[in-house]
């Protein structure tokens, strides 16, 4: 056999050993090796230079090669039998080196079992208001150990069966779930699946951040042996169930029981524990309490598996998919529940779960939350019955979007249903803000003379409330009356396709067509990107994004996150002006009386949807806007609820509670350069134009809707 290293010559003709120069340039030969003593320098003696220590150490490694690369030749010039025992020794020695090393490198600073298995500290989640008052606090994530002998073996198998199957068969490291799930995300060109054990992630929950790195991943593999080293399988599993986060501030089962279930852990039915395993592939995603459709489909997935892996019988499966569902209606958070819900997701992308306590700074105003729940629920019980009117919403933001009330429903413990946010309803005349705009943004004058009469477009004939007339009226009356013919006429002159785009622009992201009850507001939107909408005015032509979190500290002050202010302009100056006095001139003298406030400049619009279903009013006053829905969540008519009754009525007495210590702003007015023309000199504007579209007889039918239907008001 050959020497190791080819470039060697012959063992005859190998020339004596070169020693590296000292750092000074004298004979390494005559040089003693430097000693760990020796380098140590006395407080008196000179530092040596950086130059110098390099040399040093340049000329150690030097010496060290020199010497393995004799130790080497000296092996290949044994019998095979002694090298081999000598590259397998020097071998073995290396590797136990290079592991024990890598070993102590990742586990550095575990802490001991004892501080693992007791509960500590309970950290917590407190949420403050705009003005630093606690409203809200959540915690416990650090909860002892579930005791698994009280649960039905199905809570803890629907948690193995979706998230680790061979939990019982691994080291703390699945390797061939890792090789399967590497295969998978290949073939779908991303993460698709993981491949992380319970162990696993009960060691990155403990333990480590959720940072992407190689080295963290490394130390959960080495953490997920020590922890299997160190506890039984299910000392890992009640470990873990106690905390795992199932969402909505809930950490551990006993907390996610209660919850979702308002039972303890050991009362869940197979469905239940089957929907609650469900929620940790994405617990703020498939958050029940939010919109429960998802977790049931998750459900379904865990019981298909707990099924294939014969947890379960067929009869059990069979009953648990035919078992009803119901998601407890109690959350500590009460009526804060849905901004608490509204705000989660943001909240887990920012902590993640991070074992910690937080302090979240809210936008919530606390006194206005309050007085928007109550004066919801003040006129839904006096006038509910009789009205036939059962819920109802409300929504504000001040300039920025920074949401100070969100009134999600009548009550969060009956309904977790968000209407602010989720509930898509017709704004009947309080989509006539987008034509409005849109035309004053071409330069249509507020004044300007439009003919308010019957319209008919193929079988569909529109109407006015009450079938009245006005003829000639300037966009100022128009408005304020909330008349649908000149609202018709105005949305033609100035294009669909261009109120689409205001209303895009604003922030609108519901799906609207280019129909022709466009005008009538007659398509679906959610109150809270309408509220934010008008916010574009109140604002004084900036876009409003609603948040609702301004920063997340620990509570030693670390800060992890803080908002930063953006500015986009969506409306000119002069258009913000024009728009200022059309809303203003409803609430004065038009269809928004009910919102007045003394003392305060209000401007708003009101809103009827198609046969009564639904009734708005949308307003602002000195930065604040808000918006109420009043209406049924089955679509059913009320008793000829119009949105300057209800909704106005609801609006302005929680404004009062809003505005309070809030300096009163005057609205910025046009100036008005010439008086406004006599209602009859009407002039050919209030033909239909058509930038955009055909004049209105001959526009295309796309919806069907019998005679006279539509929005009203």
């Not at 039972?263 to 703020?284: D, Q």
Request: hydrophobic content about 40%.
């Amino acid at each position: 056999m050959g020497p190791l290293d080819p470039t060697d010559p012959p063992e005859g003709e190998r020339p004596a050993q070169a020693t590296p120069p000292t750092p000074e340039g004298g004979d390494a030969a005559s040089t003693p090796e430097p000693r760990p003593a020796e380098s140590r320098a006395s407080p008196a003696a000179a530092t040596p230079s950086w130059r110098t220590r390099a040399n040093q150490l340049q000329g150690l490694a030097a010496v060290g090669w020199g010497r393995l690369r004799a130790k080497i030749r000296e092996a290949n010039a044994m019998p095979p039998m002694k090298r081999l025992a000598f590259y397998g020794t020097w071998g073995a020695l290396a590797f136990s080196l290079l592991c024990v090393g890598f070993f102590g490198y990742v586990t550095w600073g575990i802490p001991s079992t004892k501080d693992l298995w007791s509960a500590t500290d309970n950290p917590s989640i407190t949420f403050v208001d705009r003005t630093g008052r606690v409203i809200l606090r959540e915690g416990a994530k650090d909860a002892p150990p579930v005791d698994l002998n009280t649960l039905p073996d199905y809570v803890p198998n629907a948690i193995i069966a979706i998230e680790d199957r061979r939990f019982y068969k691994h080291w703390g490291v699945d390797v061939g779930g890792l090789a399967r799930a590497s295969v998978e995300n290949l073939q779908a060109g991303r993460v698709v699946q993981g491949g992380s054990t319970l162990t696993q992630q009960l060691a990155k929950n403990l333990f480590l951040t959720h940072e992407r790195t190689f080295r963290r991943k490394a130390q959960e593999v080495a953490l997920a042996f020590w922890l299997e080293s160190q506890f039984s399988k299910r000392e890992i599993l009640a470990l873990y169930m106690s905390r795992v986060y199932f969402g909505a501030g809930a950490w551990g089962i006993e907390a996610a029981s209660e919850r979702y279930f308002d039972k303890p852990a050991r009362k869940l039915s197979l469905s239940e524990a089957a929907l609650l395993a469900g929620l940790l592939k994405a617990p703020s995603k498939l958050n029940p309490a939010a919109e429960d459709t998802a977790a049931r489909a998750r459900a379904k997935v865990v019981l298909d598996e707990m099924l294939l892996q014969k947890m379960v019988t067929q009869k059990q499966y069979d009953a648990a998919l035919a078992a009803p569902l119901k998601i407890a209606r109690s959350n500590p958070a009460g009526n804060l529940g849905y901004f608490r819900n509204w705000i989660d997701a943001q909240l887990a992308d920012i902590i993640q779960h991070d074992r910690d306590d937080y302090i979240v700074e809210t936008t919530l105003d606390f006194d206005a939350q309050r007085a928007g729940e109550t004066a919801l629920d003040a006129a839904l019980a006096k006038d509910g019955k009789a009205l036939r009117l059962s819920q109802g919403a409300l929504i504000a933001m001040d300039s920025d979007g920074g949401v100070r009330a969100m009134v999600g429903g009548r009550g969060f413990s009956d309904s977790q249903f968000n209407r602010t946010t989720q509930a898509r309803r017709q704004p009947g005349s309080a989509f006539k803000y987008f034509i409005f705009l849109a035309a004053m943004q071409q330069g249509v004058s507020p004044f300007s003379v439009w003919e308010d009469a019957p319209v008919t477009i193929g079988d569909w004939s529109p109407g006015n409330y009450k079938d009245e007339y006005l003829g000639p009226v300037t966009l100022v009356t128009a408005f304020a009356k909330s008349l649908n013919m000149v609202a018709i006429r105005l949305a033609d002159s100035v294009g669909h396709k261009e109120v689409l785009a205001t209303a895009r622009r604003l922030g609108v992201r519901s799906k609207l067509e280019d129909y022709r009850s466009l005008a009538l507001g007659a398509q679906e939107v959610t109150p809270i990107e309408l509220t934010a909408a008008y916010g574009a005015v109140a604002s004084g032509g900036y876009k409003v994004e609603p948040f609702g979190i301004l920063r997340v500290r620990r509570a030693d002050g670390e800060v992890l996150y803080s908002r930063k202010a953006k500015r986009e302009r969506v409306i000119d100056e002069e258009s913000v002006r024009r728009m200022n006095l059309l809303m203003k001139r409803v609430v004065d003298a038009g269809t928004g009386t009910r919102a007045r406030i003394k003392g305060y400049d209000v401007a708003g619009k009101t809103g009827t949807g198609n046969d009564y279903r639904d009734a708005w009013f949308v307003g602002y006053s000195s930065g604040i806007v808000a918006g109420v829905w009043v209406g049924n969540d089955n679509f059913t008519e009320t008793n000829k609820v119009t949105g300057g009754l209800v909704p106005a009525g609801i609006w302005q007495s929680f404004m009062v509670t809003a505005l309070r210590g809030v300096k009163p702003e005057r609205l910025a007015m046009p100036e008005i350069t010439e008086p406004p023309p006599s209602p009859t000199d009407v002039p050919q504007v209030m033909a239909p134009l058509e930038p955009g579209g055909a004049p209105l007889g001959e526009l295309e039918e796309v919806v069907s809707m019998p005679p006279g239907a539509g929005p009203r008001t």
